[in-house]
Each structure stands twice: as structure tokens, then as C-alpha cells.
DNA sequence: AGATTGCATATTGTATACAAGAAAGTGCGG
DNA sequence: CCGCACTTTCTTGTATACAATATGCAATCT
């Protein structure tokens, strides 16, 4: 069982938000399955604080759509169907080619520095295998882009939507024969952005995730076949 | 003072979602004006309830972005500075095209003929000079192109954004020298879409937030203006 | 006079107690 | 052996009690 994940103690922060980010990771990175029920009590003494943080944790959980309340029955994981992966992709793509574009009439010379040395890093970081390294370089790329946009509300929106799959994140990240695709299509956004080409931004953005998608998709479905599989022996 | 907004008793559902349905719609109306503070036992005694589904609503106030909390101060009614009204309509002019779009190739016969005849609804009701009226039917036309998409994530997040500016909805619909325009507008998104033109009719959709935002920040600037008028006093 | 410290009070943060409803088990009758 | 009703127990929903901290005021010291 690893089941046991526990409070960092944030001593400034109030305990509903140390519950809140500790239940969030834990549904992420999948130690918390879903349709998995979140008990009150059960939670309240693995945790050692009361109900309270934890039901208040709950509330903004339900309100990000990572659990589901059942009236009168409790919380539980929510559960991503293929339907609902599609939907929040639909938004995605929208939302990085809409980043993109604005990136391309904002970003400063500074940023458009950090991003050249940003896909430069990313390159280097698939040559090294580590998955937990190229993701963190993935995620620097975009990162630099978003915060060029210098819109919060668009960086938070899909900050929360990348989070829906964060745990499918590594499935495109970790298949090598990838690798070399996705450092091209890092390199076609950066020269976009740099010409201050805004359709070819949009574009490349676009094919990036919906190559995402395919992969993505594709791993569900597999996931699920092995399921019915194992619920037909 | 018209201060007093009351619990609408909905018994099935639970009370901290009376509550927070409550606080919202009293914010959104205006009835809780931007900065104001929220305290727990003053609302709690106001509404009847205890502490504890005040404490859970403003959670979830919270997150949507309606309030912000200050650390051992308490909650707030958030502001809504220019700016942040600018990044909301920036992506919601990105999710609008989006959904404009997709509605092109997945809106049904028969939602084709129900928004035509919310679009003359819309015509009709500009007629009326009602502002209420008006809102309802302008919401009525939109739903039905969100409701084709199909996408629920979509129709959730942009409701949420819709939102954020509700309080200046009614700035562009009182104006009527506007109205024939609006009318326009909605007529080249219907062909737009009956035409399965998806350019057109994310072009149409840009158009129409394009219009909204300029009335919005026209507004907002009076707004303030005024303040400082009535602070320079 | 101004600043500073200490106290009183108000307000949030957390824990616990109590109520009510749902689910699961148990026993009885068919 | 199966099904239905009753009871028990478990879990959420709500209220309240207690703790910790911030804020404002006043008195005192410099």
C-alpha cells in the first residue's frame, strides 16, 4: 500500500488548503482512484485534523471537478471518460492556439530568449530518458509562452484543464519514437512566435495537442480493453 | 437598504448550496458590492443557518474566482479591475469562436429551427424595451448554440466566465441604439451556422464579444471617473 | 506630542457534538 | 431457500464550542 500520503505540515498555510493540495495530489498522481469514496472520518484521522478542513477541501475538489458529490452519500474521485478527455481537449486546443497568438505580439525579448533556451532543454532532456526531466522541460516551454500571453485568468483556466490529465501526461512523454516529433513541434511554435507569425503559432499549437489527443485517446482505450479483459476471466 | 437578501428554502438541497447560491446571486446582482467583507456569524445570523455551510459556500465562491480570501481577515467580494475584465473577454472570445464553430457541424434540425425562433424572439423583444426581457432572451439564443456543441466542459467554463461580468450585462442591452445592431448580429450567426460556415460564424461570434467589450469598458471607465469625482470632492 | 506596549474584542480556524438519512445486515415468515 | 420488514450502524449535514490570531483603543513612557 502506498496508499499513505501525508500532510506537509505548511505551518502559515491554514490546514483546509494543506488538505486541499495534499487530496489534489493524490487524485493526480492517481494514489486516490477514481470512483474511489472519500470518507470524512477515514480521511480526518489518516490526516490527524478534524472533518471541518477536510469537508472544506472537498468543496473546492467538487468545484474543480477532480470529485463528485453524491447527495447525502459523500464525495468520490471523479471518473474521466473518453467523451469528457474529448471535451476538455476541445477546450485545450482552443485555449493553446488563442495562447499562441498572443504570445506572438507580447512576449518580451528576454522571454523569447528563456523560450529558445527552453526548447533547447527539452531537446537535450529526451536525449537523457528521464521522463520526470522531459516533462519538467515540457512544461517550462509552455510555461514561458503562457506567461508571455500576461493574461491570469487564460494561465489559470488552463493550468486547471491540463490538470483534468495530468495523469496521461507521461503516455506521449514516455514513448521515445515521440520524442523526436515533439522537439520539432517545439521548434515550429518558438520560430512562430519569433517571426510574430500568428497563424503559424496558432497552428503549430493546435497540431501539438491534437497529437496529444491521439495518444492520449488512444491509451484509454487500451486502458479500458484491459479492464473488460480482466472483468470477462 | 435593500440589503436584506433572504434564503430561498429549496429543502432538498443542502444548505450550504442554498447559501452559496445565495452569495452569489447577491454579488452578481450587486446587492454585495466589490471589497465588501464577508463575515461568517454576521450572514450566518442574517440567513438563519450556523457558521459551518457559510464557511463551505464561500469555498466554492472562492475558487470561482467570486471572492478572495485574506489569511486569518476573512473573505471578500472580489474586485474587478480593467484588466481582469479584459482577460475574461479575451478567452471568452476564444470560446465563443470555438463554440460557434463546433456548433456549425453538430447542431440538429431541430435546434436549427429553435434558435431561429430565439433569434426572433430576440428581435421581438428589443421591441419591448424590457431589459429583462431582453437578457432572457438574448441568454435563450446562446444556450441553444452552447447547448449544440455538446461540450459540457465548454458550456461550464464559459457560463463561469459570463459570470464574472453579469453586473454589466445589462450595459449593452439598455442602450438601444444598440439593439438593431445586436439583432444583426444574432441573424449573421444563425446563417452563419445554418450554412455550416465555420468561419463565418466564429467571425460572427468574435464580432459580437468585440461589441460587448467595448460598451463594457466604456462603461467601466465612467465608472470610475465618477469615483474620482466623488473622491475629489 | 508621539510612539509603543498591553489589553479587550472581534473574527477566523479547528474540533467536536448532535441530528438525520441511507445502506447494510438480521431475523422472521412464507 | 427467498423475500420483506425491522433494526443497527455508518456517513453525511448542521450547529456549536473552543483556540488562535489580528485589530483597535487606551494608557504609559520617552
Given at each position: ?103 506572438c505580439s ?90 510574430n507569425?500568428k497563424?503559424?503559432a ?32
Amino acid at each position: 500500500m502506498t496508499d499513505d500520503f501525508n500532510l506537509v505540515m505548511d505551518d502559515f498555510l491554514p490546514l483546509r488548503d494543506v488538505v486541499f493540495n495534499t487530496l489534489r495530489k493524490a487524485i493526480l498522481t492517481g494514489q486516490l482512484k477514481p470512483g474511489e469514496r472519500l470518507m470524512e472520518v477515514h480521511l480526518a484521522n489518516k490526516l490527524g485534523v478534524s472533518r471541518t478542513p477536510i469537508r472544506e477541501a472537498i468543496r473546492k475538489l467538487e468545484l474543480e471537478g477532480l470529485v463528485v458529490m453524491i447527495p447525502r452519500k459523500g464525495a468520490e474521485v471523479a471518473k474521466i471518460s473518453e467523451k469528457s478527455l474529448k471535451d476538455v481537449l476541445e477546450v485545450r486546443r482552443a485555449l493553446d492556439e488563442l495562447i499562441a497568438n498572443l504570445a506572438c505580439s507580447r512576449i518580451t525579448r528576454e522571454q523569447l530568449s528563456e523560450l529558445k533556451e527552453a526548447a533547447e532543454a527539452f531537446e537535450r532532456a529526451t536525449k537523457t530518458e528521464d521522463t520526470t526531466t522531459i516533462a519538467k522541460a515540457d512544461i517550462a516551454f509552455h510555461d514561458i509562452i503562457m506567461e508571455a500571453t500576461g493574461n491570469l485568468r487564460l494561465k489559470q483556466l488552463v493550468n486547471n484543464l491540463a490538470e483534468q490529465m495530468y495523469r496521461y501526461r507521461f503516455v506521449y512523454l514516455k514513448d521515445e519514437t515521440k520524442h523526436s516529433m515533439l522537439v520539432k513541434e517545439h521548434s515550429r511554435i518558438y520560430n512562430a512566435i519569433l517571426n510574430n507569425d500568428k497563424e503559424a503559432a496558432s497552428e503549430a499549437a493546435r497540431i501539438h495537442i491534437d497529437n496529444q489527443e491521439k495518444a492520449i485517446i488512444a491509451h484509454i482505450r487500451m486502458e479500458m480493453k484491459e479492464e473488460e479483459m480482466g472483468g470477462n476471466i
